[in-house]
């Protein structure tokens, strides 16, 4: 995927990096590519990587199969709220 106009070069790299074990993943597991989610992981993954975004935990989840560590610097900040968590 090509740089987005507001992301650094450093941010670009991060999210391709990403966004190839997506790809992978899903093909591996898929046997295709689901075009939707990537664009949709592609945008979670900046937003609570660079921006520190909140999102329901659950879809937190779903990020941190490919990147273990997203998330965890901002998550403790949030007390106990079990639903959200902050990047």
Same mark, same amino acid.
């Given at each position: =995927? *090509? /740089? =987005?106009?507001?992301?650094? #070069?450093?941010?670009?790299?991060? /999210?391709?990096? !990403?966004?190839?074990?997506? +790809? @992978?993943?899903?093909?591996?597991?898929? %046997?295709?590519? &689901?075009?939707? @989610? $990537?664009?949709? !992981?592609? *945008?979670?993954?900046?937003?609570?990587?660079?921006?520190?975004?909140?999102? &329901?935990?659950? +879809?937190? #989840? /779903?990020? /941190? *199969?490919?990147?273990? @560590? $997203? %998330?965890?610097?901002?998550?403790?900040?949030? %007390? &106990?709220? @079990? &639903?959200?968590?902050?990047?």
């Amino acid at each position: =995927m *090509a /740089r =987005m106009q507001w992301e650094s #070069e450093l941010q670009c790299l991060h /999210r391709q990096r !990403f966004l190839r074990k997506v +790809l @992978e993943d899903h093909e591996k597991r898929l %046997g295709q590519v &689901d075009l939707e @989610e $990537l664009e949709l !992981f592609s *945008a979670l993954y900046f937003n609570v990587k660079f921006l520190q975004c909140t999102y &329901d935990g659950h +879809l937190l #989840e /779903r990020l /941190r *199969a490919y990147e273990p @560590e $997203l %998330g965890t610097s901002h998550s403790k900040q949030n %007390g &106990d709220k @079990e &639903d959200m968590v902050v990047s």
